[in-house]
T-cell receptor, first 116, second 112 residues
Framework: DTEVTQTPKHLVMGMTNKKSLKCEQH?????MYWYKQKAKKPPELMFV???????INESVPSRFSPECPNSSLLNLHLHALQPEDSALYLC???????????????FGPGTRLTVL | DAKTTQPTSMDCAEGRAANLPCNHS???????VYWYRQIHSQGPQYIIH???NNETNEMASLIITEDRKSSTLILPHATLRDTAVYYC?????????????FGEGTQLTVNP
């Protein structure tokens, strides 16, 4: 199984809602990532988890709250978002980085989020 | 990580080789060249990577110049399904999580 799954595929939420995005992989990967992609722009890294611990936060606003409950699951909790947060949210996973070795990242199809 | 420069768009005829260039003149000795692509409405997909030597896999070939300041991704027989944005990424090893910093990429359109 070389697939990263993301749910839901589409999400529409108001600025006062609380919602969560879910990502799952069963490749035994110990690094997981959240990226944000605005229309016609490249993906931008938001968070990196390594061995279920947050290792990189790219100065993301606190209205985005990541969670890695176990090695297969990655969540992104959303609260009080703004319309400009509308984007495609991509999850990825890889083997945990080791010295002198860089591993490819496997991406899910993304969740298309619209904030009204 | 070193910055990369790619053409905004390219066209290729179906069945012909697609050669996608990338400049990375500030690359340092421990930085690898990675290529990913993103087909419309899908997540990015890894294609190939290399450090110094040319590399080939079932998807593509990667040619890196001797001075490592530029590289070319070659899709030997492009198909319509290869229409995508192709990202050239230069990244160094890290032990605390691996950043992928995407540039603007090249929109490759394969025409029938």
């Amino acid at each position: 199984d070389t697939e990263v799954t993301q749910t839901p595929k589409h999400l529409v939420m108001g600025m006062t809602n609380k919602k969560s995005l879910k990502c799952e992989q069963h490749m035994g990967h110990r690094a997981m990532y959240w990226y944000k992609q605005k229309a016609k722009k490249p993906p931008e890294l938001m968070f990196v988890y390594s061995y279920e611990k947050l290792s990189i936060n790219e100065s993301v606003p606190s209205r985005f709250s990541p969670e890695c409950p176990n090695s297969s699951l990655l969540n992104l909790h959303l609260h009080a978002l703004q319309p400009e947060d509308s984007a495609l949210y991509l999850c990825a996973s890889s083997q945990a980085p080791q010295r002198d070795i860089l591993y490819e990242q496997f991406f899910g199809p993304g969740t298309r989020l619209t904030v009204l | 990580d070193a910055k990369t420069t790619q053409p905004t768009s390219m066209d290729c005829a179906e069945g012909r080789a697609a050669n996608l260039p990338c400049n990375h003149s500030t690359i340092s000795g421990n930085e690898y060249v990675y290529w990913y692509r993103q087909i419309h409405s899908q997540g990015p997909q890894y294609i190939i990577h290399g450090l110094k030597n040319n590399e080939t896999n079932e998807m593509a070939s990667l040619i890196i110049t001797e001075d490592r300041k530029s590289s070319t991704l070659i899709l030997p027989h492009a198909t319509l399904r290869d229409t995508a944005v192709y990202y050239c990424i230069v990244r160094a090893e890290e032990t605390s999580g691996s950043r992928l910093t995407f540039g603007e990429g090249t929109q490759l359109t394969v025409n029938p």
